[in-house]
């Protein structure tokens, strides 16, 4: 049942065609979450002093893996949102896993080189072109959306939201060479802002 009424044919080929586009992006995201953690070298050695080596992974992993699970909650939004699926969105969100996808690489290097300045200066290069990415797909998204003043509401705090995080990685990747902690903490401090759900975009959703 769909809002008290029989669903017809094609709002449940809609409702089937979300769920393919969400899944397959589940799936990646899974994939990806899975690769990083597998980077992770096992020491051979039993002593408490083997682990110092990796704590610099243990913190790039962490980063990602926030990064990652941000993604793919607020992916979960949009995708919920959508009305219809177009070939616009389909290639939209091919655009944001393909940059997504580079996260392992990302994460592997910069780990691996104690946070060198080269290796945080892609870091934070990819991750913003992972945002706009992301901008992009919710542009398309929200052409696509469900006609409601409450998700106009929302994406608007989604895109007050994404021209910080642009500030940051910005800032992030000036740093890189100046002060690597700085953009570490700087990239931290998005994730940070991005970690909780816009209530608004759950408000509207639920309201549907």
């Given amino acids: 049942m ?38 992770i070298k096992i020491p051979h050695d039993s002593d408490w002093s083997a682990l110092r080596s990796l704590v610099p992974v243990l913190i790039s992993y962490l980063m990602s893996f926030l990064f990652v699970g941000i993604y793919w909650g607020n992916h979960h939004h949009l995708i919920y949102s959508l009305k219809t699926v177009t070939s616009g969105i389909i290639w ?35 991750l913003l072109i992972c945002g706009v990415a992301f901008t992009i797909l919710q542009k398309v998204v929200e052409k696509n959306a469900n006609d409601l003043a409450a998700l106009e509401m929302a994406f608007k705090g989604l895109y007050r939201k994404g021209i910080i995080s ?39 959703l639920k309201g549907q």
């Fill in 2 to 39: 769909l809002n008290g009424r029989n669903p017809t044919i094609t709002q449940i080929k809609m409702t089937i065609s979300k769920n393919r586009l969400e899944a397959f992006s589940d799936g990646v995201l899974a994939i990806i979450i899975t690769i990083m953690v597998l980077e």
């Fill in 92 to 126: 939209a969100n091919l655009n944001l896993l393909f940059w997504l996808s580079l996260i392992p690489v990302a994460t592997g290097w910069m780990g691996e080189n104690h946070f060198a300045s080269n290796t945080v200066l892609v870091y934070a290069t990819l």
């Fill in 166 to 204: 642009v500030v940051g990685y910005v800032l992030a990747i000036v740093f890189a060479y100046i002060n690597p902690v700085i953009s570490g903490i700087l990239l931290f401090s998005m994730a940070i802002m991005w970690i909780v759900p816009d209530r608004n975009m759950e408000k509207a």
